[in-house]
């Protein structure tokens, strides 16, 4: 087990509209591989927080008349409330409007200028503010005079003195990089895309604007403010006390992964891993790009308008099915839709029936044939022991990969085969024959549900702890073939309620 701080990012939001079930996503998605490691012993770190430079957040407070600075103080006190809500237990609240982040920013843009991998020049051309991306002029022509990426209205940037970053002489060494680390570009069609865009070569990134005043102005230059994405890539630095406290930094960094969305993948796996190339340092072990939710086809984004909040959603659902829903209904890399209906038959199909049941069955047994106990003797069932020891292996391959659904179709399996094993083995006729397998049954029924809770847990922290009080049991990395003989069940309210259509 390494010493390193497992530390794991999501994208830093946009603070000038309230956040919605896709955020949510990206924050769960980080929040469920931290509580992962940390169930396995390691000292973890996750980061999250808000973007909230640049010319987007200016207008949309400008429209409101609000000041700049109450505008994204108000959207990361939302945010903040939003993860509470979520059972999102983050380390780190990054927001970019911080005065150690600014600091961070101002010290890496003199140290890249000291080195020449920023000089100046000017800029001009097209420049989407929904995306906060410049484009070069063919990009928008093919793209029929819209911005390639969102469709939205092009604004044209008149010419004005700029600073550039020289992305374009660190193509080859990405290129090498990514070779030589086939695990840091995932999952593989992503990182297809990025190979190629580096391989037809790079252009030098415009990173100040001129007429955008909320930012962080440029250091001896302040009728410049540093581009947005400059700015907001380097929350991962600075958030981990890069370069104002070494110590954390160097128990933090490299990160362990940056989860992100796939529109902002290009930010993160080529011109993030050339900053920390041109700054000197590691880059981080892997950057994810994870799909879409989608509304009748259309990607859910506050731009469309067709968002959907988790508090809609846990209206009717516990946030920890949500969280459950999120990572069981597709996997972590690839698009899908959402639909309310979706998550009840997810929740009627996984949760209520063979979870729910499986819990409910061997209380009722237990309470029934030993007194609310778990037997005093007995030996736990070989083949479930060999399908627990098979289930642990497969469940953690798959999570240290971030395939959430790996990992849950492995632990559905043994839930089955625990489902299964009741059916074949017929506990209430031992009883009625007074047979000493009974005890076997039901004491490796018990070993089942903390295994299940402990392996569940990352997942739906606040439903695990219900679980766990169920069993008397403290959620722990479980292990296979562990029975607590003679312990007692108290058992509970039922766990997972069947809800109507
Ligand atoms: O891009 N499905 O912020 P943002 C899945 N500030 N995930 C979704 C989603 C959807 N429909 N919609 C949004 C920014 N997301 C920048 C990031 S990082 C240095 C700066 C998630 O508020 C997904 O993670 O537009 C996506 O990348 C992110 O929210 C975009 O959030």
Redesign the pocket.
């Given at each position: 087990m390494p010493d390193k701080t497992y530390y794991i990012?999501?994208?830093?939001?946009?603070?000038?509209?309230p956040?919605?079930?896709?955020?949510a996503?990206?924050?769960v998605a980080a929040d469920v591989a931290k509580r992962w490691q940390a169930l396995r012993g390691r000292e973890v770190f996750m980061l999250t927080g808000?973007?909230e430079h640049g010319e987007k957040i200016y207008r949309s407070s400008a429209a409101s008349g609000v000041k700049p600075q109450d505008w994204v103080d108000r959207y990361a006190d939302e945010a903040k409330k939003l993860w509470a809500f979520m059972n999102v237990s983050c380390d780190g609240f990054v927001r970019t409007t911080d005065s150690a982040h600014k600091e961070t920013v101002r010290e890496v843009f003199r140290r890249l200028r000291a080195k020449g991998d920023i000089y100046d020049s000017e800029y001009e051309g097209p420049y989407c503010v929904s995306?906060?991306t410049f484009f070069s002029a063919q990009q928008v022509k093919d793209a029929g005079e819209c911005c390639p990426d969102c469709g939205k209205k092009i604004t044209e940037i008149k010419k004005e003195s700029a600073l550039f970053f020289r992305l374009s002489s660190y193509g080859g060494k990405l290129l090498d990089f990514y070779r030589a680390n086939p695990d840091f570009l995932e999952p593989p069609g992503m990182a297809n895309k990025t190979i190629d865009s580096v391989t037809r070569g790079l252009n030098d990134l415009c990173v100040t604007r001129e007429r955008v005043s909320w930012g962080i102005p440029v250091p001896g230059d302040a009728s410049k403010t540093i581009y947005?994405?400059f700015d907001?890539?380097?929350?991962?630095l600075s958030a981990a006390g890069f370069p104002h406290d070494m110590g954390l930094f160097h128990k933090l960094w490299p990160a362990d992964c940056?989860?992100?969305?796939?529109?902002?993948?290009y930010?993160?796996s080529v011109i993030?891993p050339a900053m920390l190339m041109a700054l000197e340092l590691p880059l981080p072990e892997k950057v994810y790009?994870?799909?879409?939710?989608?509304?009748k086809d259309d990607?859910?984004?506050?731009s469309t308008g067709n968002i959907v909040t988790p508090y809609e959603v846990c209206e009717k659902f516990h946030p920890d099915i949500l969280r459950f829903f999120f990572l069981r209904e597709m996997p972590f890399g690839t698009?899908g839709a959402?639909s309310m209906e979706r998550i009840g038959e997810r929740y009627t199909a996984d949760l209520a029936n063979p979870l729910g049941n499986l819990f409910k069955r061997t209380e009722v047994m237990l309470e029934k044939y030993f007194g609310g106990k778990i037997p005093e003797s007995g030996s736990f069932d070989e083949a479930i022991l060999q399908k627990q020891k098979e289930t642990l292996e497969s469940f953690s391959r798959h999570m240290d990969a971030l395939r959430f659904h790996g990992a849950l179709n492995a632990l559905w399996e043994l839930i089955d085969a625990a489902n299964r094993f009741i059916e074949e083995q017929k506990p209430w006729v031992l009883y009625k024959e007074k047979s000493p397998k009974l005890n076997d049954v039901l004491l490796t029924l018990s070993g089942c549900l903390e295994f299940v809770t402990g392996l569940l847990s990352p997942f739906m922290p606040v439903k695990c702890a219900e679980m766990a009080a169920h069993i008397d049991w403290k959620i722990q990395m479980p292990e296979a073939g562990s029975a607590r003989k003679g312990r007692p069940i108290p058992g509970g309210a039922i766990l997972f309620p069947a809800v109507e259509k």
């Open positions: 990012t999501t994208p830093i939001y946009y603070a000038n509209a956040l919605h079930i896709g955020h996503y990206s924050t808000m973007d995306c906060e947005v994405w907001a890539l380097l929350n991962y940056h989860i992100v969305g796939k529109e902002i993948y930010f993160h993030w790009g994870h799909g879409w939710w989608t509304l990607k859910i984004s506050k698009d959402f």
